[in-house]
């Protein structure tokens, strides 16, 4: 590991600006510090608003990532009071919460770490705590205090575990208390913290000790490798990822809570699944209790996994893991106000595939991930040194159900399409984009799918901005049966399975019927029927597969119900795609997939994105009843009861009204035109 200090880059002399350069270089760093984990603090001085100048402590916020802190991320509090708490001899959850957050500097600030005390006890002015890998290799083994003495030296104190919080920060500061010049402390099943008067001090002390430990463990390596190739893995995920999420939706009153997966197939991951303790080492306790409440207590293990037969295989595992996490909850006493989570298993170890993490989101199986990936790294290397040792049952579940860890994670208000995927065709026009973005706004992950091109990638790109992994952009072509089969492949390849399709997709033309070539009123069948039958056609294999309900919406036109002279080939092939939806309806009500359209009138565009529509008869309309664009546009609205100007974002929040399925409705089709009597649907 890097030693990354650099003068040059160093930003400012004061002592916060410093705080914050060495948290970020220890930040980056994966073996040490993960999503938010990890904290540091600088003593310093600040001067209120009267003039007084007083001592204080800045503490990294609970949860904020030290790769990316800033100021913000940052608590100030008063020094000398909470100095004064180390003469408590207990101090409760909520005490210690309490009186942290009465001593802070800004009303506004987030929550400080919960390891925030033990700052405040140590003596030092900079002090460093991270969780690394290296580290816990060292700690987490039967004769782990001779490991350490050997790879670390013996200056450097080691302490049992013990509950992060005031307990852990009385222990810290009476060890320091009784061996002054202590140059570090290495917590059993936790981690390490150094400290010195300076902010280099502090952070090479880090680097040095990680790499020593580093070095002394890479004696013990062994080489081995998997005989499943990631490309195998891949392949055999794609087909049981379905499966396995559907397995892990919980079904509500009207719709389902489901999970986004996360498929580890690294090299590491692979070796590890196949070794011969694998099995054994997996189901162990956890290497520290950072992160329980996104992985649980345990993983499940799929033992011989019997890939033609593997969905009775899973069912029956999950049925088993419920079952066992019910008993793991029933051992211990759940403090007041908390309640089980639900028992499915987050981490699933397969031989030959590696491991399927699940999460709430996107970032909650990103977060499970990571951690799997720590622990299969850091167990994997404790297999090949000597015997793993890990934390008591009963910590581990205080940890998993804590009042402060659940803050982080259950305070939030998950919107409505949380941990559902859609795919939508079409994306790149002015209604599928509006509906991306609709989606998007309300926690879905989408897949937003069109022909190669730039509008794709400039929309892809623009969403991504905002909504950062739940995007995917992905290029296909409707009519082609190979790229909308690989289409739905590579979402559930990355989120393992999708809830939710819409078939937007469609393109117009003008033209009489006596001057209508067979040749482009085939173009537009082409994308408008064959297009949807392929979509409808996949997305229904798909739900059969994950056997978790499903939806579609249909983005239909008021043209089915009410065609246009001069719109054959739109109007005719509309209708039919229409037909097959309703067909779908009736053919997958009884896998609760409902399947309904919306019927909007004349969307010319969403912002500055033109619809096809619009490009395909825009001109000729404007040519024909010599008007100009914005004429036009009020010829529209004048021609409905309401006089509404139907823009794309009606639309989408028609399909936002049936994705979130707040009516038993399926078959159905909502106008979306300001009301126009004649295309009313029958
Ligand atoms: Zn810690």
């Given at each position: 590991m890097e030693n990354k200090w650099n003068d040059t880059e160093l930003p400012a002399t004061d002592d916060l600006a410093q705080r914050i350069y060495t948290s970020r270089l220890l930040g980056v760093e994966r073996q040490l510090i993960m999503h938010g984990g990890g904290n540091a603090s600088v003593k310093t001085t600040h001067t209120n608003i009267l003039g007084d100048c007083r001592a204080v402590i800045y503490v990294k916020a609970s949860g904020a990532d030290m790769a990316v802190v800033g100021q913000e991320g940052y608590v100030g509090l008063e020094l000398d009071y909470l100095k004064r708490l180390s003469t408590l001899d207990n101090l409760s959850d909520e005490d210690m919460i309490n009186e942290i957050r009465t001593h802070v500097l800004d009303y506004r600030c987030p929550n400080p770490s919960l390891e925030t005390l033990m700052h405040v006890f140590i003596p030092y002015k900079y002090v460093d705590h991270t969780h690394p890998d290296a580290i816990l290799t060292l700690t987490n083994q039967a004769n782990a205090d001779a490991h350490i003495r050997n790879a670390l030296g013996s200056d450097v104190v080691v302490l049992n575990y013990i509950t992060p919080g005031f307990k852990l920060a009385k222990a810290v500061y009476k060890a320091l208390s009784g061996s002054p010049h202590c140059r570090a402390i290495v917590l059993m099943y936790h981690g390490l913290i150094t400290f010195g008067e300076s902010a280099k001090e502090s952070y090479d002390l880090t680097i040095e000790l990680v790499r020593r430990a580093k070095k002394y463990i890479e004696r013990f390596s062994v080489n081995a490798m998997s005989t499943t190739t990631v490309e195998m893995a891949r392949l055999r995920y794609n087909k049981i990822a379905p499966i396995v999420r559907g397995l892990?939706?919980?079904?509500?009153?009207?719709?389902?809570?489901?999970?986004?997966?996360?498929?580890?197939?690294?090299?590491?991951?692979?070796?590890?699944?196949?070794?011969?303790?694998?099995?054994?080492?997996?189901?162990?306790?956890?290497?520290?209790?950072?992160?329980?409440?996104?992985?649980?207590?345990?993983?499940?293990?799929?033992?011989?996994?019997?890939?033609?037969?593997?969905?009775?295989?899973?069912?029956?595992?999950?049925?088993?893991?419920?079952?066992?996490?019910?008993?793991?909850?029933?051992?211990?006493?759940?403090?007041?106000?908390?309640?089980?989570?639900?028992?499915?298993?987050?981490?699933?170890?397969?031989?030959?595939?590696?491991?399927?993490?699940?999460?709430?989101?996107?970032?909650?199986?990103?977060?499970?991930?990571?951690?799997?990936?720590?622990?299969?790294?850091v167990k994997g290397a404790i297999a090949s040194m000597g015997t793993y040792r890990a934390i008591e049952e009963s910590e581990v579940f205080t940890m998993e159900y804590r009042h402060y860890q659940h803050a982080k994670v259950g305070a939030r208000v998950e919107p409505p399409m949380c941990g559902h995927v859609a795919l939508v065709t079409g994306a790149a026009g002015a209604i599928g984009s509006?509906?991306?973005?609709?989606?998007?706004?309300?926690?879905?992950?989408?897949?937003?799918?069109?022909?190669?091109?730039?509008?794709?990638?400039?929309?892809?790109?623009?969403?991504?901005?905002?909504?950062?992994?739940?995007?995917?952009?992905?290029?296909?072509?409707?009519?082609?049966?190979?790229?909308?089969?690989?289409?739905?492949?590579?979402?559930?390849?990355?989120?393992?399975?999708?809830?939710?399709?819409?078939?937007?997709?469609?393109?117009?033309?003008?033209?009489?019927?006596?001057?209508?070539?067979?040749?482009?009123?085939?173009?537009?069948?082409?994308?408008?029927?064959?297009?949807?039958?392929?979509?409808?056609?996949?997305?229904?294999?798909?739900?059969?597969?994950?056997?978790?309900?499903?939806?579609?919406?249909?983005?239909?036109?008021?043209?089915?119900?009410?065609?246009?002279?001069?719109?054959?080939?739109?109007?005719?092939?509309?209708?039919?795609?229409?037909?097959?939806?309703?067909?779908?309806?009736?053919?997958?009500?009884?896998?609760?997939?409902?399947?309904?359209?919306?019927?909007?009138?004349?969307?010319?565009?969403?912002?500055?994105?033109?619809?096809?529509?619009?490009?395909?008869?825009?001109?000729?309309?404007?040519?024909?009843r010599g008007l100009d664009e914005k004429g036009l546009e009020d010829y529209y609205v004048s021609r409905n009861l309401l006089k509404a100007s139907i823009k794309a974002k009606h639309v989408a929040r028609a399909v936002l009204f049936f994705a979130t399925r707040q009516t038993p409705t399926t078959g159905a089709t909502i106008p979306v035109d300001g009301g126009l009597p004649d295309a009313t649907p029958r």
């Amino acid at each position: 590991m890097e030693n990354k200090w650099n003068d040059t880059e160093l930003p400012a002399t004061d002592d916060l600006a410093q705080r914050i350069y060495t948290s970020r270089l220890l930040g980056v760093e994966r073996q040490l510090i993960m999503h938010g984990g990890g904290n540091a603090s600088v003593k310093t001085t600040h001067t209120n608003i009267l003039g007084d100048c007083r001592a204080v402590i800045y503490v990294k916020a609970s949860g904020a990532d030290m790769a990316v802190v800033g100021q913000e991320g940052y608590v100030g509090l008063e020094l000398d009071y909470l100095k004064r708490l180390s003469t408590l001899d207990n101090l409760s959850d909520e005490d210690m919460i309490n009186e942290i957050r009465t001593h802070v500097l800004d009303y506004r600030c987030p929550n400080p770490s919960l390891e925030t005390l033990m700052h405040v006890f140590i003596p030092y002015k900079y002090v460093d705590h991270t969780h690394p890998d290296a580290i816990l290799t060292l700690t987490n083994q039967a004769n782990a205090d001779a490991h350490i003495r050997n790879a670390l030296g013996s200056d450097v104190v080691v302490l049992n575990y013990i509950t992060p919080g005031f307990k852990l920060a009385k222990a810290v500061y009476k060890a320091l208390s009784g061996s002054p010049h202590c140059r570090a402390i290495v917590l059993m099943y936790h981690g390490l913290i150094t400290f010195g008067e300076s902010a280099k001090e502090s952070y090479d002390l880090t680097i040095e000790l990680v790499r020593r430990a580093k070095k002394y463990i890479e004696r013990f390596s062994v080489n081995a490798m998997s005989t499943t190739t990631v490309e195998m893995a891949r392949l055999r995920y794609n087909k049981i990822a379905p499966i396995v999420r559907g397995l892990l939706s919980l079904k509500t009153e009207d719709s389902y809570h489901r999970v986004i997966l996360n498929h580890l197939s690294g090299e590491d991951v692979l070796t590890f699944v196949e070794s011969e303790r694998g099995r054994e080492v997996a189901l162990t306790p956890p290497i520290t209790t950072d992160y329980l409440v996104r992985t649980k207590a345990f993983p499940l293990w799929i033992e011989n996994p019997d890939f033609d037969n593997i969905g009775q295989q899973l069912s029956e595992a999950i049925l088993n893991y419920k079952d066992q996490y019910e008993a793991y909850v029933n051992r211990h006493k759940m403090q007041d106000g908390l309640s089980a989570f639900d028992p499915l298993p987050r981490v699933i170890f397969i031989p030959g595939i590696g491991a399927i993490c699940a999460g709430k989101d996107a970032g909650s199986a990103g977060i499970a991930s990571d951690i799997t990936e720590q622990s299969v790294v850091v167990k994997g290397a404790i297999a090949s040194m000597g015997t793993y040792r890990a934390i008591e049952e009963s910590e581990v579940f205080t940890m998993e159900y804590r009042h402060y860890q659940h803050a982080k994670v259950g305070a939030r208000v998950e919107p409505p399409m949380c941990g559902h995927v859609a795919l939508v065709t079409g994306a790149a026009g002015a209604i599928g984009s509006a509906i991306c973005r609709e989606l998007l706004e309300n926690g879905c992950c989408v897949a937003v799918t069109d022909l190669p091109g730039e509008a794709l990638d400039r929309l892809v790109e623009e969403l991504s901005s905002l909504y950062y992994k739940r995007v995917l952009g992905v290029s296909m072509d409707v009519t082609d049966t190979h790229s909308v089969g690989q289409a739905f492949a590579k979402t559930v390849d990355v989120w393992g399975g999708v809830d939710l399709v819409i078939p937007n997709a469609g393109i117009a033309m003008v033209s009489m019927l006596e001057n209508m070539s067979l040749e482009t009123f085939r173009r537009v069948e082409r994308v408008n029927i064959d297009g949807t039958l392929t979509v409808l056609s996949e997305a229904a294999r798909l739900f059969r597969l994950q056997g978790s309900g499903g939806d579609i919406v249909l983005v239909s036109t008021k043209n089915v119900f009410a065609p246009g002279a001069g719109f054959g080939a739109y109007s005719a092939t509309k209708a039919a795609a229409h037909q097959l939806a309703r067909i779908a309806s009736l053919e997958l009500a009884s896998i609760d997939v409902r399947v309904n359209m919306v019927s909007p009138d004349a969307v010319f565009s969403d912002g500055s994105r033109k619809s096809g529509l619009w490009k395909e008869i825009g001109p000729d309309r404007m040519k024909a009843r010599g008007l100009d664009e914005k004429g036009l546009e009020d010829y529209y609205v004048s021609r409905n009861l309401l006089k509404a100007s139907i823009k794309a974002k009606h639309v989408a929040r028609a399909v936002l009204f049936f994705a979130t399925r707040q009516t038993p409705t399926t078959g159905a089709t909502i106008p979306v035109d300001g009301g126009l009597p004649d295309a009313t649907p029958r």
